[in-house]
């Protein structure tokens, strides 16, 4: 990817889009984003909403040169709840775990990111959807698109996507804490989660597979509500549609992780940095967004880091596939049944689990 005139244009105001916009402007470079939204933070229907990720948060701080702990809230320990059984895990030392804000408030990584990048110098263009593939082949060749979970920008950029089918609640609540809940059940293949931090609440129940079931998700809400303590109101569909809805995840071929495609530099999910079994996604963000700032001028460099910290998402879309296809009860039920009451005396390997399933994990440098 060669250097051109003008500035450089990010598509989305996201973590990966700030992160490299943020990036570039320290290079002294012009850097316009373009956000389909009023104002950075999201879609108002999901956002503000809070999400966990675990991370080594000094080591990418250093990593894509921005302090990210103002915006974020230590997690210490959280449950897992497998098939009924409830399980505490905490968090070693040695493994850190974050909770971090997403939205327009000024507690939100999304407006202190922003903020970073007004102060540098960016500009930004809101109410600038890039949602065709006109307005994509528009786009000044070297451009930047980080459009994340958004079915409308894979589609725009001609990239392969997995829809992902669910429900979702939100709501305010009186702690300011960082909680979280991983679910494991017969309602969802996948899993589904509650969490909290600033005093926001979040509940989702997805299915890569097909749309979530009402008794599916009428389960989770009921243990959302009664058991993890949130006083959700309703649950809404993922995307607006009427039968759960669908988000987009970039797990629908093997060649789905790419740092270029044609006149394009990829960023986040649209660049397949997330892991494909949990879909811990905003550690590969902020790296991405690092990377993808390199590749504008040292394409070659930015490739090879590109696949180093991606390497584990071949073996783990390949792991899941299989998961898929086998009884849930002998691959995760049982084994996980048999193997949580053991977590405390076995918490160090921890660390290593998140080198496997979070994209850069422990890789950055």
């Known amino acids: 990817m060669g250097k051109k005139d003008g500035p450089i244009h990010i598509v989305g105001a996201g973590l990966a889009g700030l992160t490299a916009a943020i990036n570039l402007a320290r290079e002294g470079r ?45 997690l210490t320990e959280g449950t897992i709840v497998v098939w009924g ?104 293949p996948d899993y589904a989660f509650t969490c909290s931090v600033n005093g926001i609440a979040f509940a989702l129940i997805f299915n890569r597979h097909r749309p979530v079931a009402k008794w599916e998700m009428e389960k989770f809400a009921e243990q959302a509500t009664l058991e993890d303590g949130y006083p959700f109101k309703e649950f809404l569909p993922l995307g607006g549609g009427a039968k759960g809805g669908a988000a987009a995840a970039p797990t629908r071929h093997f060649s789905n992780p790419r740092l270029f495609h044609g006149d394009l530099i990829l960023a986040g999910t649209l660049a397949g940095m997330m892991d494909p079994v949990l879909f811990f996604g905003m550690h590969g963000a902020f790296a991405s967004g690092k990377i993808a700032a390199r590749a504008y001028s040292d394409p070659a460099g930015a490739y090879d880091e590109f696949r180093r910290l991606n390497w584990t998402f071949y073996p783990l879309l390949a792991a899941k596939r299989l998961i898929d296809r086998s009884p849930r009860d002998l691959l995760l039920k049982y084994p996980m049944w048999a193997t949580m009451p053991f977590m405390p005396l076995i918490s160090r390997l921890q660390r290593y689990a998140f080198m496997v399933n979070v994209t850069g994990y422990g890789r950055i440098k």
Not at 57 to 64: F, G, L, N
């Open 30 to 74: 012009e850097v316009i984003v373009l956000e389909k939204g009023k104002r950075v933070g999201g879609l108002a229907i999901y956002n503000p909403s809070p999400h966990g990720t675990p991370m080594d948060a000094d080591a990418m701080s250093r990593y894509i040169g921005i302090d990210l702990k103002p915006a974020m809230v230590r």
């Open 85 to 188: 059984k409830r399980y505490n895990l905490k968090f070693p030392p040695n493994v850190q775990s974050w909770m971090i804000e997403r939205g327009p408030r000024k507690s939100s990584m999304d407006h202190y990111l922003y903020r970073i990048a007004t102060e540098l110098g960016v500009k930004f263009e809101f109410d600038q959807p890039v949602i065709t593939d006109r307005q994509v082949a528009d786009l000044p060749r070297g451009s930047i698109m980080a459009t994340g979970l958004h079915g409308d920008g894979f589609e725009a950029a001609g990239v392969p996507y997995q829809p992902l089918y669910g429900y979702f609640a939100k709501c305010r609540v009186p702690w300011q804490e960082a909680k979280v809940s991983f679910c494991f059940d017969d309602y969802t």
